[in-house]
């Protein structure tokens, strides 16, 4: 099992641009989240979903969509980026409110400039 | 709502020295409590969990006692080695809920 994979690892953008992170997980976790991570900031949650077709907003969204339209894949989109998006942003899956360790994708580190 | 508290770093530690990163929290009911760990580049990673009170978890010589009355979940380790040298983030999940909350991490660093 791959676990939770997320592409790509790095990307640099100019203000303005848009662009999609995927996270796909192969454990047939219910549940995934998106946070970005900053110095000084911990781990905030941005948008997360409780299953396949449903997404939900989290405590920092604006700015950012979201899209579950399969279970094991949810997509981080960024319309219009911002410096204030230059981040690191991790993506996670538990299996449910029992089974409730979360599973940690590597990262993907974003600067916008 | 449900918070959690942990001590602020960074915690600079020689090889070998006892360590403990404090953690409180505020949650009704039963929350599992949860420690990850972060290594340099890489993802968090479930260090050890808790889900009932006087619950010991315990991972790599890490250990963390679920205390309700105190509210806390305090990380120690007996010997830490420089492999060690990670942020620590104290976590809890509310009974039936689905969100994590997270602590603000404590960065650890261990000399040799």
Redesign the interface.
Known sequence: NAGVTQTPKFRVLKTGQSMTLLCAQDMNHEYMYWYRQDPGMGLRLIHYSVGEGTTAKGEVPDGYNVSRLKKQNFLLGLESAAPSQTSVYFCASIAGTTYNEQFFGPGTRLTVL | GNSVTQMEGPVTLSEEAFLTINCTYTATGYP?L?W?VQYPG?????LL?ATKADDKGSNKGFEATYRKETTSFHLEKGSVQVSDSAVY?C?L?GT?????I????TRLFVKA
């Open positions: 599992s949860f990850y890489e993802g968090l990673q479930l969990k983030f976590a999940m039936g809920g689905f969100k994590t997270f602590g603000a991490g």
